[in-house]
């Protein structure tokens, strides 16, 4: 498998293909798909996304949470710029942490506010190199515009579903 690509890099190189016109004549292949697919072309978008405020309570969100099968909500503010992420594992552990007193905090309170996050224009292999990136791996991420206003999210599922 490795001498097959490096013998089709040689190829490439000595006919000055480009990347570009590699992917348009083999985009079924992974190969190809790595270097067309962008995030736009597989993220989630509008009414997909498992939106909330920051002031909203856990218990109003618990259907948000898991109805939108992303395993996350994405907080945001009335501008729809993202302030943060909640997971179902940061549901367990504030659970953990604070047992019946979770009921009376915000989503606000207990989401990550430094979530990894990602532009629609970027290449969907980027995503899921970011998504595995140290120091633990994710399961989706935000995407944002150039104001970090959300416009989708892109999961690992998503990604292995169109074939990276």
Do not use: W
């Amino acid at each position: 498998m490795i001498f097959g690509d490096t013998v089709v890099a040689a190829v490439m190189a000595a006919r000055k293909v480009a990347q570009e016109q590699y992917a348009a004549n083999h985009p079924a292949g992974k190969i190809g798909k790595g270097l067309i697919f962008k995030v736009k072309d597989v993220m989630k978008k509008k009414e997909d996304l498992p939106i909330c405020k920051e002031g909203d309570m856990i218990m109003d969100q618990l259907s948000e949470l898991t109805n939108k099968g992303c395993g996350c909500l994405l907080v945001i503010d009335d501008s729809y710029r993202l302030i943060g992420t909640f997971t179902d594992g940061d549901l367990r552990r504030a659970l953990k942490a604070n047992g019946a007193a979770i009921f009376k905090l915000t989503v606000g309170q207990m989401c990550n506010r430094n979530p990894r996050t990602i532009t629609a224009d970027a290449m969907a292999v980027e995503a899921m190199q970011k998504m595995e990136s140290p120091p633990s791996p994710v399961q989706f991420l935000p995407v944002i515009d150039c104001q970090n206003v959300i416009i989708g999210i892109v999961t690992l599922h998503g990604l292995v579903s169109s074939g990276l």
